[in-house]
């Protein structure tokens, strides 16, 4: 990834405590982001809002299956050691930020699923629902807030030269390049909207996050803002220039000590 992240994918070694702090610093509001690389690509963002609301900003995003979220697919977990750190950790009134790629719940990845097929639940997804009804309550008890964020863009092909080739066509002039529709894009997220909109429904503290509205603003996307940067840099990742364009929906979303006015 073209990301310089700290704690952020296989290559680093860093301690739990030097990625999500150690102990709490007796302030609210501080964010913990933990997912895979599409929690990582909301970095720039989050860091941004927690750097002008002064507070502490901690990722962390490894490629364990035995860490969250990737057992949270697989099996029935007792407990979770980056959860636990946050957990034991936190201040009332923090906040715990969540995403993940959400082919992770279907039965293909990176495949956008056909506009006529209906959407079920799958195993992964029943069992994500299952290991988080048993973790929230716990955030619950500790007055922390959850927000769990829907996945952004997938583009329709992976092909290694399709964002060269979309950048060649909008340098010619035409607008409407490798564009993505949001009801397909809403379509192949609809096994993960469900199960954070479920979530949502069952806990006071949690919130379901939806920033997709923001990038494609009206029905079509494109890899490529009007300017030329480019938004993604492979099928279904942002790049930074795209995540900082989600600072203000994240800034109007996230609500500072929520947790506490309704306790």
Known sequence: SPWTIKCHGGKHSHSLSECLGISGNGKSGDIFLIGDSHASQLTFALQSLANSRGVDFYTINTPKQDDFPHSFFLKSVEKDRLLEHVLDNADIGDIFVTSFHRGQLNNRRNVHIKMNIKIEPTVKSQTFFNNMMKYLPSFEEKGLDVYLVKDGPMLSSNTGTMLELC??????????????????????????????????????????????????????????????????????HLTETASLLLVDFFDDSIKLNRNLKTR
Not at 189 to 198: G, T
Not at 203 to 215: A, H, K, Q
């Open 167 to 236: 950048l060649q066509k909008h340098m010619s002039g035409n607008r409407d390049v490798c564009p993505i529709s949001i009801k397909q894009d809403l379509h192949t997220r609809e096994r993960q909207s469900v199960v954070f909109d479920r979530l949502a429904d069952e806990f006071e503290n949690v919130v379901s996050l939806d920033y997709l509205p923001v990038l494609y603003g009206d029905e079509i996307f494109s890899p490529i803002s009007d300017d030329g940067a480019y938004l993604m840099f492979d099928q279904h």
